[in-house]
Every structure is written in structure tokens, then in C-alpha cells.
């Protein structure tokens, strides 16, 4: 049969296939995201809704109450404005990627983003026609902010992500500033992908989007609030880019489900106090994964954001702990400079990461 090129191009991710190999006892340290429940009052709303009946399709953009939230979200939390009528509530930030990346690339686009990076940054590039342009990191896993000026030349768009997947890594005000503003003299947009703006211990988030207009800020309840399956997320830009994203997603989606943005709603304008105590946990969880690591010999920088741990080693050694029962995610799932790293997700128990130091350290 034929398939339409752009998508037999595609291969399927990496982290999936490990998942479906791993035996019944195995510890699970790949997944990426949250292990905790999503707080009750959340859940509850999302029941009122059901209850009452508003289970109808919402507005494209989502239901006004949201938006309305989401910009005073964006004003406290990102010093950020953006009118709710320049956010669209997607289907978590994967619907919000897609259709920033629909919205904005041409055949033969090249678009930028970090290697190692996030696993879909590439592939929706490529579904949109454009074409993937990796820029490595530097030996601190940091951007490399001469690599990337370079990179720019001719570019159409860069991904932004930080804190970062795989890496942790929490980039600095000066280089996402410098990105941005470099990015605009060059008409380069910037797609800043924010969602694990919460989980950072002890440095300081900054969004791109307080740097220039040429910015899309992607964001969801996704990590934040425990939600990942209930696929909620937003796409906040100037107005003249909203207009364009939005065809896509009235055309895929219509609108994000009722429900999951009614217990959203509540998630956004309910206690913040359930977000730094999961922040709090994965904090010492990370000290915990990191000095157990680090006894055994391991060297890396200490990440100080998101939920993992990104760890020099050779692929032997990945095949022998994930043989030994603790799952991880290979570095190369990342991309071609993931060589040599694996991915630990500290988002399990403390009890397990426990278990799992002493699989690894028998092993070793
Ligand atoms: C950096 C990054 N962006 C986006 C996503 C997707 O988020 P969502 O579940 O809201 O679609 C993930 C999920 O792992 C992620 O790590």
C-alpha cells in the first residue's frame, strides 16, 4: 500500500518501543510525566461539569472563562499579557506544537531546536513540511547560543524548551532573551515551550515571550497539575498568529474537550499550594536519584529543572540496568548528540528510585 510520504518518513518514538519490551517487575524510570494523581478539586470539577450537562463543543479558542484565566496566569506567573483572545486552549501541548508549526512553516522550512531535545520538536516539523534542523548543545548541555545564532541564518522557526527534556537544564535570562531578540532581527519566531515551568529547584524561569512579539508560548496542565491524560494545554501569540493557528485547530479539533477545560478552570484558579508540593517532592526525589548515582560514580551536572536526569554512559551499560529491571530512556531517542546519555525520569516514588539505585548498584 502507499502512505503518504511525510508520514512513512516519520519513524515512531523511541521511548514507546522500550515501554512495550519492558518485563512485569521492571522499575519504571522512563515515563515523562507526573506519577501523582491530579488533586482532587480538579477531578471535581471536571464531575460538576459532567453533571451539569456542559458537554457540548465549546468556542474554537475554548471556553472564555479559561482564557480569561490563562491570561491572568500569564500576567503573575510569565509577565506576560496576552488578551484572551490571543490563546487558544489545545489538546495539551502536543496539539499546541502541531498547530504552531501548521501554522507557520513552508515546504523546505528549516526548523530549529535543541539536540538532544524533546522527541517531537522533528517529527512536527517534518509533518508540516518543513525540515528538521537539530542544533547540539553545549558540554554542559546547555544552548549554545553561537551554534544557534549560526543555525538562524535563513531559518524559519526555533523551538525554545526550559526547563528542558531530556536534560533538566533551566537556561539563563541572557540566553533566552538573546535568542529571542537575535531571532527577531533575523525573522526567525520563536515556539517557547514552557511546560515544565513549575518543576524548577532553586533557579528561575523565564519566558521568551517577555523578550519580543515574534513568540508563540506553549503551555499545559499537562505536568503542572497532574493532568496528562486529560489533554489540556495552550497556545498564547500576538493576534495576527492566533488567527492563523486557529484555522488548524478549528479544522482538527474544533475545541479541546469541555470537560477537561472546565477541571482546568479550576486547576488555574485553584490552590497553587498542590504545585509546589509536587515541586517539592521531585525536588528531593532528584537529590535522592542524583547523590545515589553519584556514589556510584557517575558524573553529571546537577539539572535544576523538569523531572529527569540525564546521565553520561555508555549504551552497555543502558542495555544491562534496563535488562536488570530499571527502565530508562536511551539518549539517542533525543537525537544524534543523545549518544552516550541515558534519561532517568525521577517522576516514581522514592521508594522505587530507592529500589532502583540497588538494581543498578548490583548490577555494577
Ligand atoms: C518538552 C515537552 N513538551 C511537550 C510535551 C507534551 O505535553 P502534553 O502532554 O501537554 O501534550 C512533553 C511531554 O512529555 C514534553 O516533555
New binding site residues.
Partial sequence: MQFAQRVSNLEISGIRKLFEAAGPDSINLGL??PDFDTPAHIKEAAIQAIQEGRTGYTPNLGIPELRQALSRKFERENGLSYAPSEIIVT???????HIAMQAIINAGDRVLFSDPG?V?YGALAELAGGVPSPVPLDDHLNIDLDATFEAMDGARAIVL?SP??PTGVVETEETIRGIVEYADDQGVIVIS?E??EHFIYGATHYSAGRYGENVIT?N????TYAM?GW???SLAAPQEIIDECLKVHQYILACATSISQYAALAAYTGDQRVVTAMRDEYHARRDLLASGLKRMGFEFPLPEG?FYLFVPMDQDLIESIIQAGVIIVPGPAFGENGQGYARFSYAASRDMLNAALTRIQKLI
Avoid: C
Avoid at 489538546?91 to 506544537?97: F, I, Q, R, V, Y
Avoid at 499545559?220 to 505536568?223: G, L, R, V
Fill in positions: 515523562g510525566q489538546a495539551g501541548a502536543s496539539e499546541a506544537l524533546f517531537s524548551n528542558a527534556n515551550d511546560v515544565y506553549i499545559a496542565a499537562s505536568k496528562t489533554r489540556v494545554g523538569a
